[in-house]
């Protein structure tokens, strides 16, 4: 790289983290509530409780409990009907919570038996999280339902993403179980403290607050109240305390995970007929009390279900969710700015990546490599470089640096500020620039983002501009235009109120306008939404309607349309859940190049067939037609799986799915076995693939945890 360019890369990050700093430490911004006062106090106990759900341990009386829950839904700042109770016990090893949810008519107790991590709400949860930094920022997450399934999580940056922007990819080693009683129901939880990262220290006060979503009086509810404008309980900063841990250990944090795998089949380009073997390994360690190294060696997914199939009407490539558990613990610390995408990274055969904190500075950095193609050639290694820093209250300012090496090499750096006005406001500026193209001219990104969030009046304003040479289609995803310009304006805003009438939770009526323009066209494009209209219910329920007003401009063209799209969920509260939506759509054919119609209809139903076994269905169908109103194209997807829990560690799924207009058929069998104290897994999966060609492999998989 020339001097010149990086010169201009020092300037462009310094300009933006000073400007960032004076914004922080400006005497204007106004102050944030205080933290929550409620405290409970730890027991130290030399008998362990047996883990069985029931609270009848002598230790557990001599725990003071707390109490005092205040509701978020349906009437906040109110107590709740039925309280809960918390008591706190540990000793050298082990954190125990005690809950006891009361409840007038436990009959209506509900609760299902299914896959870790999966969705609880709104049928009986409790769920705590635990800030043992106590920085107001980040803490760990652990949900059990009436039937003690467990779900977990780490939080970050004071929930301010909300449960979107939690890292549900930790799974941590803990263990719970829950009794259903004449009165409620209680809870026991067993935590590791080396499952928990936190200082040495003589003496801890850690950050604590406990959710309780009920059926019997459909409440949602809070220890420290936290209102519906924070967040819920992801609202780290708003939590009580815990006090009284003394003389406890981390761990050293050291994870061990070997797995072996025996199939037979063909598998594309590492195409084997008959059978096959292999191994790898991953290993987690603990470089400080709160860095963590990440290696893979050899990686397996083939127990990771296909992505599903969407029909993509755009001229941009899909968004593929990441689910290689290598890359989601902790991926929301390298997704700004959109500069990572770890998708392209296809095929890794090792990888090492280091995330955490010292202090107020995050950091993050990967390397992994791809395996070699059938052509040959070396294969494309990436990496990616991440640092941030904590200032003022929820406010940061980073840098990132992403690379990839090869004839297809590319790189990008980049800075983000976010800074917290106060608690309901907040600003994001980004910058960026990319490198790998002829030319180091005109390569960069520039956007800022204002967003209000509150429960009554929610809006924002965003901007961005893309320069033509910026591109990161090799390491990143910001999809856009080959060597074309782009700049981008909008603004949305809804109102939102509660009517006591109907069952009705909520409503929310809003409008947003989005205007955008290319280098290469004459004048503005723009989408006004202005209407948009949700609708929710107590019971989970909900219906959505809005319309669309819009203006195209391509190859020199003006292009006029408007689009209709209305939808209603039944949710989750129900034996089963319904979902149907459609569109009704003037749209841009960018493959044929005219301007038509289509209809869209799409609809999801979820059975749960009976105690465990569930039954998930989805279709999508596009009817795609010329102006003269004729039909072009039909496309169309499903999917059906079907999941049976024979105990909450052991299940067995099946997934289907085939695109009818692409001709290509998956197929998934797995069953799944998860034993001993450390969580090890043992797979059996068979996985099938047709398009052009045939794949088909079965497989089975053993990866056992060693946890020091």
């Known amino acids: 790289m020339s001097t010149a360019p990086t010169k201009r890369i020092c300037v462009h990050l310094w300009l933006l983290w000073m400007v960032g700093a004076a914004l922080v430490v400006a005497p204007s911004a106004p102050a944030h509530e205080k933290p929550s006062e409620k405290e409970v106090w730890a027991f130290r106990t030399n008998l362990r409780p047996t883990i069985d759900g029931i609270l009848d341990d002598a230790d557990w009386k001599r725990a003071t409990p707390a109490t005092g829950f205040i509701l978020i839904e349906p009437k906040e700042g109110v107590p709740a009907t039925n309280q809960t109770f918390i008591h706190v016990l540990y000793d050298a090893d082990y954190l ?95 935590i590791p403290f080396k499952t928990l990262r936190f200082p040495e220290l003589d003496q801890h006060t850690w950050g604590i607050n406990v959710q309780r979503i009920e059926r019997t009086y459909t409440e949602n509810s809070n220890w420290a109240f936290i209102s519906r404008d924070d967040r819920y309980l992801l609202k780290v900063s708003k939590a009580g305390h815990l006090h009284g841990l003394e003389d406890i250990k981390p761990g050293l944090h050291l994870e061990v995970l070997p797995y072996a795998t025996g199939g037979y089949g063909n598998v594309g380009s590492r195409s084997t007929e008959g059978w096959s073997s292999d191994f790898g390994l991953d290993l987690k360690y603990s470089i400080a009390s709160n860095l963590t190294l990440d290696t893979t060696f050899n990686p397996d997914f083939a127990h990771i279900e296909a992505d599903e199939n969407q029909i993509n009407l755009t001229r941009f490539e899909l968004f593929l969710e990441e689910k290689r558990p290598f890359f989601l613990e902790g991926q929301r610390l390298f997704t700004a700015m959109d500069l990572f995408y770890s998708r392209r990274i296809s095929d890794p055969d090792a990888g090492a990546k280091i995330t955490g904190k010292i202090g107020k500075n995050s950091i993050g950095m990967i390397a992994a490599r791809n395996r070699p193609s059938d052509g040959g050639g070396d294969p494309p290694h990436f990496g990616v470089l991440r640092l941030k820093r904590d200032v003022g209250v929820n ?219 569930f039954l998930d269905s989805s279709t999508e169908s596009v009817w795609e037609y010329f102006p003269s109103g004729a039909l072009d194209e039909v496309k169309r997807t499903m999917l059906l799986r079907t999941t049976y829990f024979l105990h909450r560690d052991l299940f067995i799924r099946s997934f289907f799915q085939r695109s009818f207009h692409r001709d290509t058929v998956d197929l998934n069998l797995l069953f799944s076995y998860t034993f001993g104290p450390n969580n090890s897994r043992f797979y059996i999966a068979y996985n099938e693939h047709r398009a052009d060609t045939t794949e088909r492999i079965l497989l089975t998989k053993l990866s056992y945890r060693f946890n020091f």
């Open 395 to 613: 406010s940061s300012i980073g840098a990132l640096a992403v690379g990839k090496d090869g004839p297809l090499g590319q790189q990008a750096v980049g800075s983000d500020l976010v800074l917290s006005l106060n608690d309901n406001d907040k600003l994001f500026l980004n910058s960026a620039m990319s490198f790998g193209t002829d030319t180091d001219q005109d390569n960069k990104m520039y956007s800022g983002r204002f967003r209000h969030n509150s429960d009554r009046f929610p809006y924002g304003v965003w901007g961005s501009w893309i320069e033509p040479k910026f591109n990161v289609d090799q390491i990143g995803f910001i999809p856009h235009d080959a060597d074309v310009g782009e700049r981008e304006f909008g603004l949305y805003g809804s109102y939102g109120w509660r009517p006591d009438f109907l069952g009705i939770r909520n409503i929310y009526l809003g409008q947003d306008l989005v205007a955008e323009r290319r280098t290469n066209e004459e004048g503005w494009e723009w989408q006004w939404s202005n209407i948009d209209l949700y609708v929710r219910r107590l019971d989970d329920s909900r219906a959505w309607f809005s319309h669309e007003n819009w203006q195209l401009r391509w190859q020199q063209k003006k292009y006029n349309g408007d689009s209709f799209y209305a939808g209603f969920d039944t949710g989750n509260g129900r034996k089963y859940r319904l979902r149907l939506t459609g569109q009704l759509r003037d749209q841009y054919d960018f493959a044929d190049e005219y301007l038509g119609d289509i209809r869209r209809v799409s609809g999801t139903l979820r059975f749960d067939l009976w105690e465990g076994f």
């Open 96 to 190: 125990y919570i005690g809950l006891n949810m009361m409840d007038a008519e436990p009959k209506n107790i509900k609760g299902r038996i299914m896959q870790r991590d999966g969705t609880f709400s709104p049928l009986d949860l409790v769920g705590l999280v635990l800030a043992t930094y106590h920085d107001h920022q980040s803490a760990y997450g652990f949900y059990i339902n009436a039937y003690g399934v467990q779900n977990d999580f780490r939080v970050e940056n004071d929930g301010s993403g909300g449960w979107g922007g939690i890292d549900q990819s930790w799974d941590g080693i803990w263990q719970a179980e829950t009794h259903i009683h004449d009165q409620g129901w209680s809870a026991e939880i067993a």
